[in-house]
């Protein structure tokens, strides 16, 4: 007998001992029952959430689950076939065609012979944290001077499991030693990538081999230092009272000193950060750049990547530039689009390829445009792709992506959702998010002033409320427990003049209407919204008199 989930919905929320799997099949009955509690639950939750960056408008999905009955698999290279013939390539191939054109990275005509500035990528499996390591991983063989997919090795050396080494100039032993760099406002996968690839951050270098030298000043800044160096990344302009965009001037003066001692640089630059939905401004940075790259060597270096044969060069940059797109790269394009069109008075700075230096962009499809299931986009350049570690017969297709196999249901869902909406609307909804986003600025800034006036517990000096040029993030005080549960809000410790202070955001995303806006204000004017006493970790907002 098969039960429908509509049939049984259990009350109470979903516990380990639910679905704890035993030497006895569930029955029918049981299996629903259980089923119907989590739907119940995803339900629930569903309607009030606002705290993270993921578009639950999600209803035309449902058309897709005719597809579950099948394994679909890309594995290997999206342009090239497989003898895998469960896959759904046509669709990843349309969906990385539209990011192309969003990101001006016209795929090649041929993808057997691509032009150095044509753009190659693939639908991610995972969200941009895959794109991130895949990013860095082309990075650091493109700057340490590993042979390159363009580049022609001698004899069996495309055979071997182990690297092609370049051998370092004589006079520079750091040629081959990229340097990442990052602000403090990156999300955290950049560190994961950085020790799953052993390449070395600005201050752990600088700590090490240059402690006391650094070139930027951050004493009086709260910042943790290690031998004069700022932990956790490049300061962000105004620190964590600012908008949360890099500080260009320190980045330009730590590039310079380590370009100056001979290490090429990998810098990553964001487009809608964490936790404020903050856009470094990717061309300007760029252009205070270039003359740093010129002045120490990092334009068109000749690279010998053949140990075996020594007269084997290639020409490449001694730079890498990645966009970490996760939430903006996305959107960014049709607010640029919304501003074209005089629905909105201005847009993000450009960050994609029109910029010469930039390498590589990632973007989460499940955070915008919206997916069931964690996917993105990965695309770089196709002059500068790695050379994969092998070329499996099995597949009959190269394995030039980080993973094996590919969710094909992915590229299915990112195809479905972005098929169902022309440019025009895509263009609308963006202006109508950033709309909302600003609105929810504006109640939360009239609320922090009557919370002050009325000297509300917890917020007699209001609640600080937040907002970035464009950002779809607000940020504010951190409310009750009871609240940030009911919302799904993300909360976060800042520094504050050498204090902490938490700190709650929403995300205005498609689904987030103006009414759950205003239901989230109603909840937040309540006596004793931010009152959270009873919590043992709050640390209590200084009065204004302690200020």
Known sequence: MTIEHSDLRPAGLPANDDYRLGTVAYTDEERGAVLAKLEGYLGERRGRFLGYQVNLSLDGHAALGRFLGYHINNIGDPFVDSNYSLHSRWLERAVLEHYAGLWHAPLPQDPARPRDEDGWGYVLSMGSTEGNLYAMWNARDYLDGNALVRDEVSGDASCRTSYLRAQHPDDNPNAYTPVAFFSQETHYSHIKAMRVLDIPTFYDLGGSLYPGECPIDVSGTGTQTYNGWPLGGVPTTGGDEGPGTVDVDALVALVDFFAAKGHPVLVNFNIGSVFKGAYDDVQGACERLRPVFARHGLVDRTVRFDPDDPERVSIRNGYWIHVDGALGGAYAPYLEKARDSGLIDSAPP?????????????????????????????????????????????????????????????????????????????????????????????????????????QEPWAEDGIEVGHGEHALSVWFQQPRAEITRKYSLACVPLNLGGRRHDYSHVYVMPHVTQELIDELLDDLAQPGAFDRTDDKDAERPPLPHQR
Request: no cysteine; proline share 8%; charged share 25%.
């Open 350 to 454: 450009v960050f994609d390829f029109r910029i010469p230096e930039v390498s590589s962009i990632v973007t989460s499809g499940h955070k915008y445009p919206g997916a069931p299931v964690p996917t993105g986009i990965y695309m770089s350049r196709a002059g500068s792709k790695l050379r994969p570690p092998s070329d499996p017969a099995v597949v009959s297709s190269p394995d030039s992506t980080f993973a094996g196999s590919r969710s094909g249901f992915a590229s299915l869902a990112m195809w479905n959702h972005l098929a169902q909406s022309g440019e025009e609307q895509q263009v609308r909804q963006a202006a109508e998010v950033l709309r909302i986003a600003e609105y929810t600025a504006e109640r939360l800034r009239e609320l922090s002033t009557r919370l002050r006036d009325r």
